[in-house]
């Protein structure tokens, strides 16, 4: 029994597979051709999108539509000769002329319409040149004068002022600011013609020099009309 020799087991577990290398090889090329078929069939089962499509659209929530409320529509107004349903004032030239004071003719108390009164014009019966006498300063043998004259009429006029006293004599007559006028002497006095028109509604003061004479004239007029203040 002595000379008899035991056969050599083979060996088991991970000492097997180290001594067999084709072993690893075969089972990896086996888990590879597995993969490759599942990848395959993975790659088919999905539906292959044409070029050039547009992506999918997402989906747009709806509005929400608000429910409608029946509105009361007004009956139409009816139009009266002469008036229009849409101006709800007068138009704009009517507006215009309503705030002048001269625009038209205002209605009385009787109902009967009454002429407007023009600021530009003078009243009636009342004279285009007005003229006012004061004495602006006396002193011993003599004094100075003044007539202030105002323009109530709606044009630029000229005037002409005349003076008349008892005795006396005129040393000289102006108005300051504007061209001196002509001045005609005689022997109860003076006139004197404007050498520039007044504008409507402007005035002008004639002053004049008087000697040896009383203050208050005995004649004072306005283009013939007799003045005020004395």
Do not use: K
């Amino acid at each position: 029994m002595s000379g008899m020799r035991r056969s050599p087991r083979p060996p088991h577990g991970p000492v097997a597979i180290a001594s067999s290398p084709w072993i690893v090889v075969g089972a990896g090329v086996v888990v590879m051709v597995v993969l490759v078929f599942v990848a395959m069939g993975a790659y088919r089962g999905r539906s292959p999108v044409p070029e050039g499509a547009p992506p999918p659209a997402l989906p747009v929530p709806s509005a929400v539509v608000a429910p409608s409320v029946p509105t009361s529509v007004p009956s139409p107004v009816p139009v009266l000769p002469g008036l229009s349903g849409r101006a709800s004032g007068l138009p704009p030239s009517a507006a215009a002329l309503s705030g002048s004071p001269s625009a038209g003719p205002t209605v009385g108390a009787t109902g009967r319409p009454t002429p407007a009164r023009s600021p530009s014009r003078a009243a009636q019966g009342q004279p285009a040149m007005s003229g006012r006498y004061r004495v602006v300063q006396s002193f011993d043998g003599g004094f100075i004068g003044e007539v202030a004259m105002v323009n109530a009429s709606a044009r630029s006029r000229g005037w002409t002022v005349r003076l008349e006293f008892s005795g006396g004599r005129l040393v000289t007559a102006w108005v300051e600011g504007v061209p001196q006028g002509t001045i005609h002497q005689s022997d109860d006095g003076f006139t004197y013609v404007s050498g520039v028109e007044v504008s409507p509604g402007g005035s002008v003061s004639l002053r004049f020099h008087m000697e040896r004479a009383s203050s208050t004239p005995r004649e004072c007029t306005v283009d013939g009309v007799r003045c005020g203040g004395f």
